[in-house]
């Protein structure tokens, strides 16, 4: 609304300059000069007309009465203003038409859509005052046709040849009316509306210090009405002719960003959908704002859109439309947004979000962070200190789902979705934990992913910590919660990725920490990975999965507690002494491992450092395996599910404890 708002108010003021362009010598003179103006508007099949044009030589002050126009284009769009007033005229340069001031009095603008929208639109403004104006002195070539592209293309530039020290209009009312399914009705008020500074193309800012509207719905026949106001609205140095170059067809292979604003701010905004039921923003703000032209073709967008009152478009033509629509995500750049202070107010509770932050650039979002919720579940309490997605591609991703027009995704065309975003991060989470009211702590989830070999990523990282409380029907607490715990800290660290040139695949960093219990690291290596093992046919993967060799494995436990936790417990469960408990668990450990390692001498070595690891709490015990050829990772597999020993009897093993 307010771009039409600031749309039309500019084309007033390009009108003016085409009223006056002439010599003020006489009444007469000026009469045929305006009239010649209105035969050039009428000259594009508009319709234009005025009353009485007077000129005051003494104080070089020119009234036009009684102005009136209509569009060629249907439905059209009117325009009427009671007179418009210039004072302080002059033309030092005959190109050029100057006034002190220009005063227009009580307008109104009809804005009609398309009849099978049902849409009316009103505009009045009791006043539109321009200082120290100076514009060409007449009319430029008239638009090609009545188009909205050809129309919007001579206003720019019409606009962009003037300057002026400010376009102000204190007050404008809008009236909304809509005929559809769903009969909508509402009013807008615009208050301490602002242009100032317009020159060379540029304007140093444009402003409204507030509007109030009010909707008034009746979906399946039931009156609603949304209230809402926004204050501040203020849009700094913009321009004009890159916003031209949108529309002008020999600009198509334009690739360059052009900033159009360099910020753009309001707030306080806030809506009422109900009694009880409302929202409240306190700011918003976009900075530097650009667009690329070849992207942003309008012309070619709106070709392919359907008339108001079509046919559903097929598929076929639902895909070039989303394909177009791809396309022009790719033409706009925003260098940061915000938005704070996001309440909300419902009969269940508040919710309240302390910021949203996002950038975006060649259809592609770089980060959107959700900051500083909180809110309230059925359980209990939410809060979170940060939530966000990186790297989320907005073009390719209306490209993909423009395949799936008219079809159900397969699992492989849903999979594929994921190469579009680059990550995760989650902060300061805090919920209720299943049905009591403890709740579960994620201090941090950070998760990424990379380097895509079709849909699959061969390369990934996830640092996640958190702290859950323990429930005795969940396995392995009732050995924790005799223990005392009430609550468990999880911290890991895991990490993978694939080198193509060296066809090694890592696993690291891998490492888990439970607090107080056990914190464990490992560096897992596989040589030989082909690329074609990264595919979603598991008959392929199985089959690439043959050429895959065992690398070096090492793996490195530090016992934070878990010993003397599994010691208490065996001693509590046989009913006796904790020394003897832990005798039993060493003898158990050598008695098997005799069973089934078979002698290897390497995994003795390995069973005497595990014994010494539970001999002592606070130990470290390191392992380190290393393959004594090529070791194939399936048939490895299959070892240790029939013969472990022999599978082991394929590593050289070395094995160490230290406090």
Excluded at 193 to 206: F, N
């Amino acid at each position: 609304m307010v771009k039409v708002l600031y749309g039309a108010l500019a084309a007033i003021v390009i009108g003016v300059g085409g009223f006056f362009g002439f010599q003020f010598y006489t009444q007469h003179r000026v009469a045929s000069e305006v009239e010649a103006a209105f035969d050039q508007i009428r000259a594009t099949g508009a319709k234009a007309s005025h009353g009485k044009v007077s000129f005051d030589i003494k104080s070089r002050t020119v009234t036009i009465s009684d102005i009136s126009g209509e569009s060629a284009a249907q439905p059209p769009t009117t325009l009427k203003i009671a007179n418009i007033t210039a004072s302080g005229v002059s033309q030092t340069d005959p190109t050029r038409f100057n006034a002190d001031s220009i005063e227009a009095a009580d307008i109104e603008i009809g804005l009609a859509m398309p009849a099978q929208s049902g849409m009316n639109l009103t505009y009045k403004v009791p006043r539109v005052t321009v200082k120290d104006y100076s514009g060409p002195a007449n009319l430029q070539q008239p638009p090609a046709s009545s188009s909205f592209i050809d129309v919007r293309l001579f206003a720019l530039r019409q606009l962009a040849g003037i300057t002026a020290a400010s376009i102000t209009a204190p007050s404008v009312a809008a009236t909304i009316n809509f005929s559809g399914t769903t009969p909508v009705n509402g009013d807008i008020t615009y208050s301490g509306c602002a242009v100032e500074g317009i020159r060379d193309g540029k304007i140093a800012t444009a402003k409204v210090d507030g509007f109030v509207f009010t909707v008034n719905m009746q979906p399946a026949g039931k009156a609603e009405k949304l209230t809402g106001s926004l204050a501040n609205v203020i849009a700094r140095d913009i321009d004009i002719n890159a916003m031209t170059a949108l529309f002008d067809p020999q600009r198509a292979n334009d690739d360059q960003y052009y900033r159009t604003y360099r910020q753009i701010s309001a707030g306080p905004y806030i809506l009422t959908f109900a009694p009880g039921l409302n929202m409240r923003i306190d700011s918003l703000t976009m900075d530097d704002v650009g667009l690329r032209p070849s992207r942003l073709q309008l012309p070619a967008l709106l070709a392919v859109m359907p008339p108001d009152g079509a046919a559903p478009p097929t598929p076929a033509q639902a895909r070039e439309l989303i394909e177009k629509a791809a396309t022009l995500y790719e033409g706009i750049r925003i260098g940061n947004a915000e938005m704070h202070g996001l309440s909300v107010e419902t009969p269940q509770g508040p919710m309240k979000l302390a910021a949203m932050r996002f950038n975006f650039e060649n259809g592609k979002i770089g980060e959107v962070a959700f900051e500083g919720l909180d809110a309230r579940a059925p359980k209990g309490p939410v809060k979170l200190e940060r939530f966000a997605l990186k790297g989320i591609d907005i073009s390719n991703l209306l490209r993909m789902t423009a395949q799936f027009a008219g079809q159900k995704p397969s699992p492989n065309q849903a999979l594929a979705l994921l190469p579009l975003i680059e990550g995760a991060e989650v902060k300061g989470f805090v919920a209720p934990y299943n049905n009591t009211n403890k709740p579960i702590h994620i201090d941090t989830i950070n998760l990424n992913w990379g380097q895509f070999i079709g849909p699959i990523p061969s390369q990934a990282h996830l640092v996640a910590k958190l702290i859950s409380p323990l429930l005795a029907n969940e396995m392995g607490s009732r050995w924790l919660l005799a223990a005392g715990m009430d609550t468990v800290t999880m911290d890991l660290d895991l990490g993978a990725v694939w080198t193509e040139a060296s066809r090694a695949f890592v696993l690291e960093p891998v490492s888990i920490e439970f607090g107080n219990v056990l914190k464990a690291s490992a560096r897992v290596s596989l040589a030989n990975v082909p690329r074609d093992v990264f595919s979603i046919n598991p008959v392929q993967t199985t089959t690439m999965a043959a050429q895959i060799e065992a690398g070096t494995i090492e793996l490195t436990l530090h016992d934070l507690g878990g010993v003397d936790i599994a010691v208490a417990q065996y001693a509590h469960a046989q009913n006796v002494s904790r020394d003897e408990a832990r005798r039993a668990i060493i003898d158990s450990i050598r008695a098997g491992s005799e069973k089934s390692l078979g002698g290897n001498p390497d995994a003795t070595v390995a069973v005497e450092a595990l014994t010494r690891f539970i001999e002592t709490s606070g130990q470290t015990l390191i392992i380190r395996l290393t393959p004594l050829g090529k070791v194939p990772v399936m048939q490895l597999m299959q070892l240790l599910k029939s013969d472990p020993s022999i599978a082991l009897a394929q590593f050289g093993i070395e094995a160490s404890t230290g406090l």
